[in-house]
């Protein structure tokens, strides 16, 4: 197993994941949920970030070919759906302070609840804000680098590992809000409101210069020009 590039793939996939700027993002979608319930939502959200991330390990090219989906066609889509949720988190009224967070459980299956609310909030938050045409892009391309059965084994333990990171600090995120308070958690979402907007600008910038190549300085090298 080569040990080099399963540090890289862990850095690389970790880092744009970014697990510790999703999770106030997470929390906003679920701050009028109880306790259980947003705990419940963490969980099976991991395990939709982890089922997204194999599924791209092992068939993200084909996928995109089957629906004939370029990955550049993907960030300028990706990138749209970014930005208007980072406009609303930057413009919205003040949901934390006006409504706080819930801690008190509605004496519901919280994982039933947890079902529905997660089929409203897996697009955009599971995909593409955390397993963006970043992520994606990164797990393509270390599946090609693989050579042989170990490094397989080794770069799908890398992804496993990376979603229960994800998974924790989003089962986190309520103690988070405990720590901050309202108006901190406010400011953080201001900011990553912000930041959002700017990644989202950089997936269209670099999807449409990949697309046309040339334009904003950006040469795009079609994978075909190697062969």
């Known amino acids: 197993m080569d040990f080099t590039l399963m540090a890289g793939f862990f850095a690389g996939l970790i880092s744009i994941l970014n697990p510790v700027g999703m999770a106030p993002v997470f929390l906003d979608y679920v701050r009028t949920d109880s306790a259980e ?4 939502v963490a969980l099976l959200m991991g395990i939709s970030i982890l089922g997204f991330l194999l599924v791209f390990f092992f068939l993200g090219g084909a996928v995109l070919g089957a629906f004939g989906i370029t990955m550049p066609a993907f960030r300028i889509a990706g990138g749209v759906l970014i930005f208007t949720g980072g406009l609303g988190m930057m413009t919205g009224r003040n949901n934390f302070a006006e409504e706080g967070i819930e801690t008190k459980s509605g004496g ?6 947890a079902g529905i609310r997660l089929s409203s909030i897996i ?4 995909m593409p804000l955390i397993v963006g045409p970043g992520a994606i892009t990164t797990v393509i391309l270390f599946h090609a680098q693989a050579r042989g ?3 397989y084994a080794g770069m799908v333990l890398v992804i496993v590992s990376a979603a229960a990171i994800v998974t924790a600090l989003l089962y ?4 988070v809000y405990k ?6 958690m406010q400011i953080v979402m201001r900011f990553m409101g912000l930041i959002l907007c700017a990644m989202a600008v950089q997936f269209m910038i670099d999807g449409v210069s990949q697309l046309l190549p040339g334009v904003l300085n950006a040469v795009y090298v079609s994978p075909s020009s190697h062969q």
């Open 37 to 40: 319930v947003q705990r419940a």
């Open 108 to 113: 519901k299956n919280p994982f039933a609840q």
């Open 123 to 126: 697009v955009p938050v599971a």
């Open 149 to 151: 059965p170990a490094n």
């Open 172 to 175: 986190s995120a309520g103690y």
């Open 179 to 184: 720590i901050l308070g309202a108006n901190g």
